[in-house]
């Protein structure tokens, strides 16, 4: 049976998302890249149609993903249609003409007139799910922001809010309220995060999984000795890019993959679809959110559903060869 969800909305939707950070095009931090390389925005919106055919109603975007043009793609693609759950983030100032981020905000009057921008961005008249984009936003600084989540639940202009942060102490400091329905966290084969999914289970949360491929690496299409567009983040040194070092791909991660690649594949699975089968196996909470920014990406993606979730054998042995405590 294909992995299903039931979320807040009352949606009952296959358990896979559709990430949107990669159509958002070339963003910049300075002079330093935040988003994927140049896209083609007919093919973003053939790859969202994809995924719609597909049965995949679940899409994830920021306000920053491109400076705004991740919002406005997706908008176009989906339109009014209300058989879908859209997610996007906040936190992040930036300028839509010069493509660049600016200083981070968790201020309420700002979220306020964020909210607004997105709506109007993405052309719909509600926000199923509003997340805050401070990984590591001061603790003392949280309350404020959820306060003011509340009053756009109150004025009806989100469903439910989230937190994206891979810091079990933030993704608990929300945990009580009835509209706080997900933490967003990396999660994938390499990155357990054994503790967060926890936290989902136990306080019936959703764990929405970024980086789900590892942004790509867990694909197996890079090879070594691939060079990453200067204008893909993937060709940067940010250090939190564990899977590529010096723009190019990490040796030790690529032998963490190589160790497991036939596990993942067994079955007829692609290595992404492996992926996705070992995050469905690990948690029922689990929702990933692979990017995407193609029709033949969407559509590979979206097989993975009819494959399922990995047998437990095979999860375990991955987890065993890659040392993940069982």
């Known amino acids: 049976m294909r992995p299903q969800i039931e979320l807040f909305t009352g949606l009952t939707v296959p358990r896979l998302g559709f990430g949107c950070w990669a159509i958002g095009g070339p963003y910049w931090l300075d002079l330093n890249p935040r988003g994927w390389g140049e896209v083609d925005d007919a093919e973003s919106v053939r790859a969202i149609e994809k995924a719609l055919e597909l049965g995949i109603r679940v899409f994830d975007t920021a306000d920053v993903y491109g400076a705004g043009h991740s919002e406005r793609i997706l908008g176009r693609a989906l339109g009014k249609r209300d058989d879908v759950f859209v997610a996007t983030k906040v936190g992040n100032r930036f300028d839509e003409d010069s493509k660049q981020v600016g200083t981070a905000s968790a201020d309420p009057a700002y979220i306020a007139e964020a909210a607004d921008a997105s709506l109007r961005r993405l052309g719909r008249d509600v926000i199923d799910l509003y997340q805050l984009h401070l990984n590591n936003l ?13 009053r756009l639940v109150e004025a009806g202009k989100i469903r439910g809010y989230g937190w994206s942060t891979d810091d079990p102490a933030r993704a608990a400091a929300w945990l009580g309220h009835a509209n706080y329905r997900t933490v967003q966290h990396d999660m994938n084969v390499m990155v357990p995060a054994a503790e967060l999914v926890a936290l989902a289970e136990n306080n019936n949360l959703i764990s929405i999984n970024r980086s789900p491929l ?4 867990l694909s197996g299409k890079f090879k070594p000795g691939h060079q990453f567009d200067p ?21 030790d991660y690529v032998a963490r993959l190589d160790a497991v690649y036939d596990l993942l594949t067994a079955g007829g699975r692609t290595a992404a679809q492996g992926a996705l089968g070992w995050l469905w196996a690990m948690s029922e909470a689990t929702l990933p959110i692979p990017g995407c920014r193609t029709v033949e990406q969407a559509a590979e993606n ?19 060869v890659l040392a993940h405590e069982q």
């Open 214 to 217: 590892a942004m790509g690496f």
């Open 231 to 251: 204008a893909d983040i993937r060709g940067s040194s940010v250090p939190w890019l564990k899977p590529f070092k010096d723009g190019k791909l990490n040796p």
């Open 138 to 150: 001061e603790l003392a600084d949280a309350e404020p922001v959820r306060e003011a989540f509340e």
């Open 302 to 320: 979206a097989a993975a559903l009819d494959f399922g979730p990995l047998p437990a054998q095979t999860v375990a042995e991955i987890n065993r």
